[in-house]
């Protein structure tokens, strides 16, 4: 056993001298104890860990000294100068900047192409521009053109804030409700850079939003660049990620959502996280990563309301990835602290924000610091620090469900109740004749996914190379847990030849991360937006990384042909020959519709809206949809009873009332709900009067059918009965009750504006 570690010792004498000092003997005597029996096994693993903390916390310091040494070392056996190797290293970090960002430029420049082809945006006039806008998009639009019409943008904030202009009958802090940030933001940048007398503000919106996705798209290709080590990888991210640009982002339904503000800052949060778990970094690479992760991931916070629930899912791939022991401690803990930090900074500046303190991530990150102060304050090799290791997980768990239960005790939150009784009648724990409930589950977005989804993922080539990177990233990860779990130490350095591609915690990462986002994708379409764009990162890493094929070569046994030698080849031919097939297929398609003129035309919502602005008073209060509601407080400026947000139980409520003109009630009764909201005028819209939708059961008058006790279900039939018609088609009829309390000013082949009397004339 001596002899063997001789070599080591005179290595690190010769790399620093640490040999002299305390650090190498125990190693020496580490190495000369008996193994025997699990406790020795056991011993072994502890023992390696703290040793492994150890050289870690020396890392900042020693490394970059050793670096440089081994390096003219390594370059002067291969007959290259060190002026040389920097020369190459620098040409390196050039061309793969410059194609990272050229490659975010180009895409959003691509967006900006295909959004003018799609609209026509540049030949219409204003209120044929922002009837694009559909939905929460005009919501949040309209509060950003508030913003620039204010006198000053300390009083369009206060407006905000105290809005009363928007809904009738309530007063709402618009900043806090709707998360509107970016628009803050967006309207500052527009008056500080003096744009005013360049550009149009819809221009600089959007165009803020599209060099956002550039960035997001240039963030996936340097973590799959810093993951594989060649910028061949970034490339092919690109390319997958626009190819599949239906399944990758939702910019060309919605441009003012947030998650299209809000993820690309979650993306250089990932890229900045990659690299701050990177083994044997150096000292300012980690301080410079590590500062990019905190301010990704509290501007992320920021930007959408959901956020944290996909900060929890990312801090629950750390804690797995720090119960093997697979990454150092001290640098996941630090990823933590951000996270705490974050949510107190998110708090205060979001108006104490209940939701935030009562989100699952504060109690699993409080739990994960509860677990480690008992492990830190337990002596070790006792009987109790043993079984709390192999206890941890369900430790972890019981506390964080705990410390959850306790803060929604104590905490007065009603934000996001109606998500959580989403998820129970979603997961069938419980059903419901609610309208709100079952529209919500009728949603596409909010459904399995079809199977044209992993039609155009196969299509792309992109699903197969993704489950073959997963299956060998998860048999090495298998491999290293069991190396640990017999009290195998981690390598310091993982080289090619090792064929140990799960020793990279960062790899480790990422794989747990796109599992939890898969399961997730596959119970819920929508989420295949968060999903999808890290399948391409971590598909193009896979075929671009020699260590991949290296891994798998070792599994193979491969001697017909040298391994290293062939693993290189491949990790250059295969994303090579995958990039000219997907040029050959897909950049025909995309040039074609980039250069086909499409048409976005409405004459009848235009013709609405304009009657609005010309014969409405200006005091008005207009009823009808959410969606067109949105769109009406956008082009006109009215207030309306209600608004397409789904995160306000007062609203949902609002929406569900307001919804009963598509009911079969009396008009007695709506007329009771429309004046309950100070409303004037109601818009019924022929689309959802009159809907023929794919799935029987989802259109808006069976669900209100369904929740008013209206459906009598007959040898397996189910018909709609009640005793009034339907008040959309009877309103039409212009006879009595209806014409005593309603009566039509405006009609075009799709809306019918009636005029709520104020006093009822009943006439026969």
């Not at 011993?43 to 903390?53: P, S, V």
């Not at 750390?318 to 990454?327: E, I, N, P, T």
């Not at 075929?543 to 094929?549: A, H, I, M």
Request: net charge positive.
């Amino acid at each position: 056993m001596r002899e063997r570690s001789r070599p080591r010792g005179r290595r690190e004498a010769g790399d620093g001298g640490r040999s002299a000092g305390g650090a190498a003997s125990p190693r020496r005597e580490r190495q000369g104890a008996p193994a025997g029996g699990g406790g020795g096994r056991r011993l072994a693993m502890e023992e390696g860990a703290a040793d492994l903390r150890q050289r870690k916390k020396q890392n900042c310091t020693e490394s970059d000294k050793m670096a440089p040494e081994e390096r003219n070392k390594e370059n002067s056996k291969l007959g290259r100068s060190p002026k040389y190797m920097l020369v190459q290293r620098f040409a390196k970090l050039f061309f793969g900047c410059l194609a990272a960002v050229t490659s975010g430029m180009m895409y959003a420049v691509y967006l900006s192409t295909y959004h003018e082809r799609k609209f026509w945006f540049s030949s219409r006039q204003e209120l044929e521009r922002e009837i694009t806008f559909q939905g929460d998009s005009a919501i949040y639009y309209s509060f950003y053109k508030e913003l620039l019409k204010a006198p000053s943008f300390e009083r369009g904030v206060y407006e905000l804030t105290h809005n009363n202009k928007t809904v009738s009958l309530k007063t709402i802090n618009a900043v806090q409700q709707m998360t509107l940030y970016p628009e803050l933001i967006a309207s500052v940048l527009y008056q500080a850079s003096g744009s005013e007398e360049v550009i149009e503000p819809v221009y600089f919106y959007i165009g803020i939003v599209f060099g956002l996705q550039g960035i997001y798209v240039t963030a996936l290709f340097v973590t799959s660049w810093v993951m594989s080590g060649t910028w061949l990888a970034g490339m092919l991210t690109v390319a997958w990620f626009i190819i599949n640009r239906t399944d990758t982002t939702r910019i060309d339904y919605s441009i003012p959502s947030r998650e299209n503000w809000a993820l690309p800052y979650f993306a250089c949060q990932v890229a900045a996280l990659t690299g701050y778990l990177k083994k044997n970094l150096n000292c300012s690479a980690e301080k410079f990563c590590y500062l990019l992760v905190s301010a990704s991931t509290y501007t992320f916070m920021m930007m959408w309301e959901y956020s944290h629930y996909l900060l929890f899912v990312q801090a629950v791939s750390l804690f797995l990835l720090d119960s093997f022991a697979l990454a150092q401690t001290e640098k996941v803990h630090e990823v933590y602290k951000i996270y705490l930090f974050s949510l107190f900074l998110g708090y205060l500046l979001q108006f104490e924000n209940s939701a935030l303190l009562v989100s699952p991530l504060l109690s699993l990150v409080a739990a994960l610091m509860l677990s480690k102060c008992l492990q830190m304050n337990m002596k070790k090799g006792t009987f109790m620090s043993r079984l709390l290791k192999i206890m941890y997980i369900y430790l972890v768990f019981t506390i964080t469900v705990t410390i959850n239960f306790l803060l929604k005790m104590f905490v007065p939150h009603k934000e996001n109740e109606h998500l959580l009784k989403f998820i129970e009648v979603k997961l069938g724990l419980n059903t419901t004749k609610n309208f709100t409930m079952n529209w919500l589950l009728c949603q596409e977005s909010l459904q399995a996914p079809s199977q044209d989804f992993f039609l155009r993922l196969t299509q792309s080539s992109l699903l197969p190379f993704y489950i073959l990177v997963l299956i060998i990233c998860l048999f090495s990860v298998t491999q290293v847990i069991f190396r640990r779990i017999c009290g195998e130490p981690l390598k310091e350095t993982v080289k090619l030849e090792d064929g140990r591609i799960g020793e990279r915690p960062e790899i480790v990462y990422h794989v747990i991360h796109t599992i939890l986002l898969g399961c997730l994708a596959m119970c819920l379409e929508g989420m295949k937006y968060l999903w999808t764009p890290y399948v391409c990162m971590l598909a193009a890493f896979g075929v671009c990384s020699p260590e991949l094929w290296m891994t798998l070569f070792k599994w193979l046994r491969l001697k017909a042909v040298h391994p290293i030698l062939l693993a290189l080849i491949l990790s250059m031919a295969v994303p090579t020959i995958i990039g000219f097939s997907l040029w050959k297929e897909f950049f025909p398609r995309i040039m074609t519709e980039l250069s086909e003129l499409q048409e976005f035309y409405d004459p009848d919502t235009v013709e609405l809206m304009t009657w609005i602005k010309r014969q409405a008073p200006v005091a008005a209060v207009f009823a009808g949809s959410p969606q067109l509601m949105g769109v009406i407080k956008l082009c006109t400026g009215w207030m309306v009873s209600s608004l397409p947000l789904y995160n306000d139980d007062d609203l949902l409520k609002r929406n569900e009332n307001i919804y009963q003109i598509y009911s079969k009630r009396s008009a007695e009764d709506i007329y009771k709900i429309l004046t309950s909201y100070k409303a004037n005028f109601l818009v019924i819209e022929d689309s959802i009067c009159n809907e023929v939708g794919p799935v029987r059961g989802c259109r808006v008058k069976d669900l209100l059918d369904i929740a008013n006790g209206h459906v009598v279900c007959e040898e397996g039939d189910s018909y709609a009965y009640s005793k009034y018609g339907r008040f959309c088609h009877e309103i039409k009829m212009n006879y009595s009750p209806y014409v005593n309390y309603f009566t039509r000013v405006y009609w075009n082949r799709s809306y019918f504006v009636y005029r709520i009397n104020t006093v009822i004339s009943f006439q026969s």
